[in-house]
Structure formats: C-alpha cells, structure tokens
C-alpha cells in the first residue's frame, strides 16, 4: 500500500528522510516554504559523525558521494588564549574519517538530486485527526491532507503545535555570525591563524569562533552572555565580559541590527583587550547576522498524535554544537525505514510510535550534553571551555 506522505521543511532531516524513502521507491512529497534552494544562504559547514549523520548518509547510499566531497583536514581544531597565545592544535590523522565537514550546500544538493521539492509551499497549520489524514494548510490558501505529515520546519516549526504546546526559550547566550572569503589569498596571516578546521579563543562570558567552509570561506561565530534584547542598550547590558566597565561604544541610543558598521564597533568594542590577530576576524567580516541561541526543554516528548510526527530541530531544538542536523539526518533515514516497511495504516502508526520512542531517547541524552557544553563553553571560567575540548579531543 502506498502512504500519502509529506514532510515539511528542506533542511538535511527532511531530505534525508525522502531520500530514504525514495530509494526504496516510495512517492514522498517534500514541502518548502523558500521559493528556490538558493533563495537564501544556505549556512556554514557541518561535520557529519560516524554514527550519526554518515550512517544516515549510507542509508541513503550516499556514503561514496559524501567522502568525495567532504573535507577530513576540516577535523583540525586550534584554541588561543585571548592574548594569542596557541594553547591547543589537534590536526586528524591522515586516516581519521571521524566527523569531516561538509559544506551545508554541497549536502544540500547531495540529497536533491533526485527529488522532487515544491518550492514555495509555506505551511501556517498542520491539523491532526481529519477523516481522510492530516490537513495541511497553506500560506497561499490552499489545503491538502496526507496519511503522514512529518514537521522537520525547524525552530519554530508550524507542525509542532498539531503535537506539543512546546515553544523555544531563550538561552542567555546570543551568537553574531559573520564571514570572510577568500581568506587565503586576501588575508593569509588570519588563514594560518585559523588552520583547516576551527580555530576557538573563550574569554570570560565570550568567545570567537572561526570555521573553515570550502573554496577559503571562513564562518565566525562571536558568542556572549547577554540579556535578549542586549541591543537596544549595549553600554548597559554587554558589561559582562569586563565587570569593571560597559563597552563605552557611544551606542547609548542603541544599536542598528541592520548597520553592518555599528555591529562591528559594538563586537570589537565587546572583545576589547584581545589580541589584535584574533579581532581581525571581525574588522574583516562582512555583514553581521543576529542569532540569539533558543532551545526546547531537555528531553521534550509528547503523546502521540496520529498522522502526526517531528524530528530534528522541530523536535528537539538544542545549542548548535554538532549534534542537532547529525541527529536529524539519523532520525530522518530511521523513519523512513520503518514508513517503507509498513503494509498498512496500522502498521504506519505502530512505526512511527515505535521512531517517536526511539528519538526522544537518544536526542534527550543529547539535549543534556550539548545544554551542560554550552554552559562550560561561555561561561565566567575560561578554563571550563578548554576542559570540555580535552575530553572530546582524541589524546
């Protein structure tokens, strides 16, 4: 029997699991609110664990292509003092195939290929219970009901309330993004100053944290203790990374999200007394994006909605520190599995009750570790971020 299926959201969770379905020759329509795969950058790099996220890959059948493309000398992790001081440099042996990176995009289109995404679906409400499947609701309108809707829409996915009243919660800690191309060409000194892989300087409450993407794209990360709304007031609220003084950037009116200067003036002012080397990473940045970290409750479950699914972010939201797309590809390959080997209704429900149980126990383990590292990886001891990479750092 073949099931109406949708999933809803085109990151590496949803794709993964219609590329799974897909191979096992089962009909998956995959809902997308972006109206084109390049209608908005598509992010930074990710790097895809042995257990996780490359198994849900070879799943796929993928595994080949994956290793083609991903990068293993992006494992490379260096940490500075805030002087400039190297006090850490692992670099991955030349077999380790532990967790190479992979540019979000290039996963993207890995998992594309083959699939048939409708582009610009944007969903305002998924409805459970109707006689003939869940309704799906449309930006533009229209409505549709499938057997089984699977909410992989992120964050602040429209599918989760059909299953959860659960909402994301501010974390304390806000993360500012920016980016530099190019950078062995146009700023060797800061390329071998980050290496191949990540490159992290912890400071009390703060840190600043470079990535290596492919074609000399590097990511940073500047990521601090603030109250949310730290910019309508950052002489007052960003003291905590000097108790005895405010940042004294003149920017008393408030800060301009959108000025890329003022974004720049307010974070090196923030970052004051670093090492010059380490502050270039944000003198050469380009534009600034705003990303306060939210999570869901650790260990976020709910009673079982038939019709009715989520993973990845939509399920089980927590800090960005490797785990969340790894998670969601694995649980987007594994229901896809037990959907292809279920005759019947009943059998559908069984095997997605059977999924549901299965995530919640592995992403709450996860849910705890990644809460407890972003709590040591910002906060008032330096030290602790050091210690949190020496015990996941191979001796």
């Keep these: ?87 850490r440099d692992w670099r991955p042996r030349p077999d380790d195939r532990a967790n190479p990176e992979i540019d979000r995009r290039q996963l993207r289109d890995l998992l594309l290929d083959p699939l048939d995404v409708q582009w610009g679906r944007g969903v305002t409400e998924v409805v459970p219970g109707a006689e003939d499947g869940a309704l799906v609701r449309f930006a533009d309108g229209r409505q549709e009901t499938f057997d089984l809707v ?20 501010y974390t304390g800690v806000t993360s500012v993004e920016t980016s530099i191309d190019d950078i062995d060409t146009r700023h060797p000194d800061l390329a071998r100053l980050v290496g191949d892989g990540s490159m992290a ?12 993407n492919s074609g000399g794209h590097v990511k940073v990360y500047a990521r601090f203790r603030a109250p949310l709304d730290w910019h309508t007031d950052p002489d007052r609220h960003l003291g905590l990374m000097n108790q005895d003084a405010g940042l004294d950037a003149g920017l008393d009116a408030g800060l301009d999200l959108a000025d890329v200067e003022a974004m720049r003036s307010s974070l ?27 999570v869901l409750p650790v260990s976020h479950t709910w009673a079982h909605v038939p019709g009715v699914t989520l993973l990845g972010d939509a399920a089980h939201l927590m800090p960005p520190l490797g785990a969340g797309a790894n998670l969601a590809m694995l649980e987007g390959a ?6 292809a080997a279920a005759p019947g209704p009943g059998d559908l429900d069984e095997a997605v009750r059977a999924f549901e149980e299965q995530m919640w126990a592995r992403a709450g383990k996860w849910a705890q570790i990644t809460a407890a590292g972003l709590e040591r990886l910002v906060s008032q001891d330096p030290a602790e971020a050091i210690a949190v990479w020496d015990e996941v750092q191979p001796s």
Excluded: C
């Design 1 to 87: 029997m073949r099931h109406r299926i949708a999933v809803i959201g085109g990151g590496p969770g949803g794709l993964t699991f219609a590329r799974v379905l897909h191979r096992h020759g089962h009909p998956v329509t995959v809902l997308e609110r972006d109206p084109s795969p390049d209608a908005r950058p598509p992010g930074g790099t990710l790097d895809l664990q042995e257990g996780l996220g490359q198994r849900a890959l070879d799943k796929a059948g993928l595994a080949a292509e994956f290793h083609a493309l991903s990068r293993p000398e992006g494992q490379a992790m260096r940490i500075l003092d805030t002087d400039g001081t190297v006090l």
């Design 150 to 169: 699977i909410g992989a829409d992120g964050a602040w996915s429209r599918t989760r309330p059909a299953v959860s009243s659960a909402t994301p919660h």
């Design 201 to 212: 300087v912890y400071g009390v409450n703060g840190s600043l944290v470079a990535q290596r």
């Design 268 to 294: 090196l002012a923030l970052f004051d007394g670093w090492a010059a080397p380490v502050l270039d990473l944000l003198r050469h940045g380009t534009a600034f994006a705003h990303r306060p970290i939210y």
């Design 334 to 339: 594994e229901l896809a599995e037990s959907v």
